[in-house]
């Protein structure tokens, strides 16, 4: 059962360059797992996704290099800071909780079209890079449902662009957190390596339709949907 949704997390995540950290971190809020287990888990695995979403992408010619290098040399000495951090299990799920309502925020947000993209100015670049990536290690996510929602809102990126810097983005700060956390790797549960099975095919499947084909536009108010739930039981249980 886990290791389907995480299949299914990583083929919907995939699709719109980004490895599913949020995803998993909700199927095992919703399965019980201990939050010791819970954010080296959801690291390792968005690292596997998010570096085919990265190839895929590249690949496909959607990648900018001028978006992605200011960000990512800002934001993974703090996702190292940040995962070094400890928090409690009450302020863990708190944490995942308002991630994950962040994480529906952007599935909702519509793509812009016809618009001008903007060049990021470097004070917004140094201010948001720094808090992604101490949020990312923190709360173990790669960076992404913070990146491509800012990406889309300001206008310096159109959807594609953005799903195509925001899949190397998680996978810096995903090991720059998992570095900074490294002890945590004794608490990956024993059927972490069929996971990552079922995540690199999920991943495949998932950045070769979001970097190809059509926008899984249909599929995002469903992959909110669960999301919201996950985020509603870490509050209110």
């Known amino acids: 059962m886990i290791t389907t949704a995480f299949l299914s997390v990583a083929l919907l995540y995939a699709a719109v360059g980004h490895g599913g950290a949020s995803g998993y971190l909700a199927v ?19 690292l596997v996704v998010s570096f085919i979403g990265t190839v895929m992408f590249f690949r496909a010619g959607h990648f900018a290099w001028r978006l992605f290098w200011p960000f990512a040399v800002v934001s993974v000495p703090f996702a190292f800071l940040g995962g070094k951090l400890s928090v409690g299990a009450q302020e863990f799920r708190l944490l995942v909780a308002l991630a994950l309502a962040f994480a529906v925020v952007r599935l909702l947000i519509p793509a812009t079209a016809g618009v001008e993209r903007r060049k990021p100015p470097l004070w917004a670049i140094i201010l948001t890079g720094a808090a992604m990536g101490f949020a990312s290690g923190l709360i173990g996510v790669g960076g992404g449902i913070f990146l491509t929602p800012l990406l889309l809102l300001c206008d310096w990126a159109d959807t594609r662009t953005a799903a195509a810097v925001s899949a190397p983005f998680i996978f810096v700060n995903s090991a720059a957190g998992l570095l ?21 095919a999920g991943g495949l499947a998932g950045s070769r339709w979001g970097s190809q084909m059509a926008r899984p536009v ?17 509050l209110f249980t």
């Not at 095992?28 to 968005?46: C, D, I, Q, R, Y």
């Not at 249909?218 to 870490?234: D, E, F, N």
């Open 218 to 234: 249909h599929l995002r108010p469903v992959l909110a949907a669960v999301l919201a739930v996950a985020s509603a039981k870490l």
């Open 28 to 46: 095992m809020a919703l399965a019980g797992f201990e939050p010791a287990a819970m954010k080296p888990t959801a690291l390792v695995l968005n």
């Open 180 to 200: 900074g956390h490294a002890d945590s790797i004794h608490h990956l549960p024993a059927e972490w390596p069929w996971w990552m099975l079922a995540v690199i």
